[in-house]
């Protein structure tokens, strides 16, 4: 780790201003990163536990505030069998997210045995989402921005 002068980086510290006055002196700082990581953290931590919403600000000049949420309102799954996967879709928002799992995926990790794999992704429905869901706030996508889940994306 490099040598740092923390009282020279403690000394720059703004101790008046709003969240986004600190979150640019901490992106413009590059050595108060390690010094205040703690500190940003309990400031938002306790912002947020007080419903200080304010907070918001901080986060969004240190691009950490991902408004993204990718939901399943509908089961409209179905085969594709010239693609060897079971498609189904969520949203983000008013934007559809085309997700599909591989066949290879659904009988590696969901025990299909031969099963008819509609009825395996059915019945493994919330893993299967929570898994699509993670790799599109990944951002994980395919060229099509569609999200594929292969055999070596499952957990």
Known sequence: MANILWDKVYYKVPTQGGYE???Q????????IPAEADRLFRRILACLLVGNTEVIS?????????????????????????????????RDGSKV??????????????????????????????RIEHEARRKYLAGS???DNSILLKTSDIG
């Open 21 to 23: 006055d600190m979150g």
């Open 141 to 143: 996508l395919e060229p």
């Open 58 to 90: 901080i986060l969004a000049v240190l691009g950490m505030n991902d408004q993204r949420n990718l939901i399943f309102p509908k089961q409209n799954e179905c085969c594709e069998s010239d693609r060897m996967v079971v498609v189904f879709s969520g």
């Open 25 to 32: 002196f901490i992106l413009n700082t590059p050595e108060c």
């Open 97 to 126: 997210i085309q997700c599909a799992i591989s066949n290879e995926a659904l009988e590696d990790h969901f025990e299909s045995d031969g099963k008819n794999l509609l009825k395996v992704f059915q019945a493994n429905r919330k």
